[in-house]
């Protein structure tokens, strides 16, 4: 059981404190508003503290010298910043500012999680976008998981009938050396494939490797592609552009209309790239002149989460092709999922996830299954003083069907290969079976 700050009651906070309470960590939330954390009180067994974040005082009473963790999530980026860096200063264990602003991701003038000393800055946006975009660009994966500062990732995709890997060896495949084929599926058997395997149609493959390079691993998978590749997106708020960013290094074309029309002058002026039309697509007539049972995907990402469900159903059953909608409100996801949105995404439960993450300090934490009882995903480390510690990836003896993916050495994460070599402070991503923890931390922390 950890001790848990979390600063701000809010969408975020309050989803935070549920989650990391059910997981039996005593969790105290902060915030200046009565009404919010009565409305926590009733729901959470939860210690409440009224005051603000931004204040020694507050944070003192809530015994930061002494918590595992603090996490900033008000809705205001810069109470944010400055909650954390006081809480770290004050003591508290490791520290996590939730932000929603590009100019603090941005590291590239300023570095704000290394000059106030926060260890994690989170945007519920941002990484909600990243799941939006990795579905747009690959429509051929069927899952994506993020390892390592999103560095890494893990695709699985179906063999489709036309992919020119069908027959082929996996030594004569060319993927990328920073890619490894992991596990495949093939008719519900799992099973760690080796040099000599070949693939057959209709095989469920997952990969895992440097995100960069999946641009070049798809097509040997999932070689069919839309000849459009232009993207309706509703609404103009800070979802549309992170979006739009990720989708502009993409080459997607992209039209995001908005009905309030102050709001969409204002956005055409800050991001002339865009193409803004001060309209409602959930108008039949709208969406039909449009054209958008076109585009390669409709994306509802309003404030209003009553109209990001309206605009994607209604754009379902009109015929666009694919169908988001961001939600605020979880409990609205199983509706969604029933009624056929291709994929309703909350930022609180993708923040919350990341949260878990970030809780677990064990030094082999398993981050994600990639087969039923036949391999997993760990992160291992800081790497101490196992007996594989300073040697060559070569000359250690990993568990079988086991395999580094990743290392991560001060800011910089590459995929290494047989001559790289582990030394200490290291942090791995290991591919490997469901059991190999014990192995693991004899070889990377234990003497």
Request: glycine share 6%.
């Amino acid at each position: 059981m950890k001790k848990i700050i979390i600063c701000g009651a809010g969408e975020v906070g309050k989803h935070a404190a549920e989650v990391l309470s059910c997981e039996g960590h005593a969790v105290s939330v902060i915030d200046v508003a009565a009404a919010r954390l009565a409305l926590v009180e009733e729901s959470l067994d939860v210690r409440s503290i009224r005051g603000s974040s931004c204040h020694p005082e507050t944070l003192k009473e809530a015994s930061v010298a002494s918590a595992d963790l603090l996490i900033a999530a008000t809705n205001h980026d810069e109470f944010n910043l400055l909650s954390a860096a006081l809480g770290k200063r004050m003591g508290a264990g490791r520290v996590v500012a939730r932000i929603h602003h590009r100019t603090y991701i941005d590291s590239t003038l300023m570095d704000y999680g290394k000059e106030f000393s926060i260890d994690h800055l989170i945007c519920p946006e941002q990484l909600t976008s990243q799941a939006i975009t990795g579905k747009l660009e690959d429509p051929g994966v069927m899952a994506i998981e993020r390892f390592a500062q999103n560095k890494i990732e893990m695709h699985r995709y179906t063999v489709d009938t036309v992919s020119k890997a069908i027959g082929t060896k996996l030594s004569e495949l060319k993927l990328p050396s920073e890619v490894r084929l992991a596990v495949v599926n093939r008719d519900g058997h799992y099973f760690t494939p080796g040099g000599e395997t070949t693939l057959l149609a209709d095989d469920v493959v997952t990969l895992i490797g440097e995100s960069k390079h999946f641009t070049l691993v798809r097509h040997l998978f999932s070689p069919r592609k839309s000849s459009n590749n232009s993207v309706a997106i509703m609404g103009a708020t800070s979802m549309t552009e992170w979006l739009s960013e990720d989708l502009k290094r993409r080459d997607f074309a992209i039209r995001v209309f908005e009905k309030n029309r102050a709001r969409a002058i204002d956005f055409s002026e800050r991001f002339p790239h865009l193409t803004v039309l001060d309209s409602d697509p959930t108008d039949p007539i709208e969406f039909k002149e449009e054209h958008l049972d076109e585009a390669t995907a409709f994306i509802a990402v309003s404030d209003d989460d009553e109209h990001n469900i309206l605009g994607a159903l209604q754009a379902k059953q009109l015929g666009a092709r694919l169908t988001a909608a961001v939600i605020h409100m979880p409990t609205y996801l199983p509706l969604l999922e029933n009624l056929g949105v291709d994929w309703p995404l909350s930022p609180r439960i993708v923040a919350a996830k990341e949260l878990l993450k970030l809780v677990d300090d064990s030094s082999v934490r398993r981050l994600a299954n990639l087969a039923p009882n036949v391999a997993d995903v760990y992160e291992v480390g800081p790497v101490r003083e196992g007996e594989a510690v300073d040697k060559l990836l070569k000359d250690i003896f990993l568990p079988k069907g086991s395999f580094v993916a990743a290392i991560q050495r001060g800011g910089e994460v590459h995929v290494p290969g047989a001559n790289n070599n582990i030394i200490r402070n290291d942090i791995l991503v290991v591919i490997g079976p469901t059991d190999v923890e014990p192995e693991l931390r004899r070889l990377f922390i234990q003497q």
